[in-house]
């Protein structure tokens, strides 16, 4: 049974920086095409804030762009999401997700409801 836990999400003032990690367990990594973040805001439709293809490529959403960066552990089956320059339009649930089989990877930041797993979410407050 494949598990995604996300941790390290919190509450920041504008402008500073957090950082979230994906595990994963019952899924090899190398058998994951595609690994990422979305997030949702109360109220609002699931966002893509990226995904890291198998190729090593990554693809952000726009509203990200210049600030998230993302890293992969491969022998801790862990990935991280790296946010700067945070907003108080960021807060939001972010959920790490997977998928070992949807490509190309861009589509799930375009639909992030595509994502085959996802984790139970950590929240992220931005404050002004």
């Known amino acids: 049974q494949v598990h995604l836990v996300e941790s390290g999400g919190g509450t920041v003032q504008s402008g500073g920086s957090l950082r979230l990690s994906c595990t994963a367990s019952?899924?090899?990594?190398?058998?994951?095409?595609?690994m990422g973040w979305f997030r949702q805001a109360p109220g609002k439709e699931p966002e893509g804030v990226g995904a890291?293809?198998?190729?090593?490529?990554?693809i952000w959403g726009d509203s990200v762009k210049g600030r998230f960066n993302s890293s992969v552990d491969n022998d801790q089956n862990t990935w991280d999401l790296e946010m700067n320059e945070l907003k108080p339009e960021d807060t939001a649930m972010y959920y790490c997700?997977?998928?070992?089989?949807?490509?190309?990877?861009?589509?799930?930041?375009?639909?992030?409801?595509?994502?085959?797993?996802r984790g139970q979410g950590t929240q992220v407050t931005v404050s002004s």
């Open positions: 890291l293809d198998s190729d090593g490529t990554l």
């Open positions: 019952g899924l090899p990594m190398y058998t994951i095409n595609c």
């Open positions: 997700a997977a998928d070992n089989a949807y490509w190309p990877c861009a589509g799930l930041v375009r639909d992030p409801n595509e994502w085959r797993y």
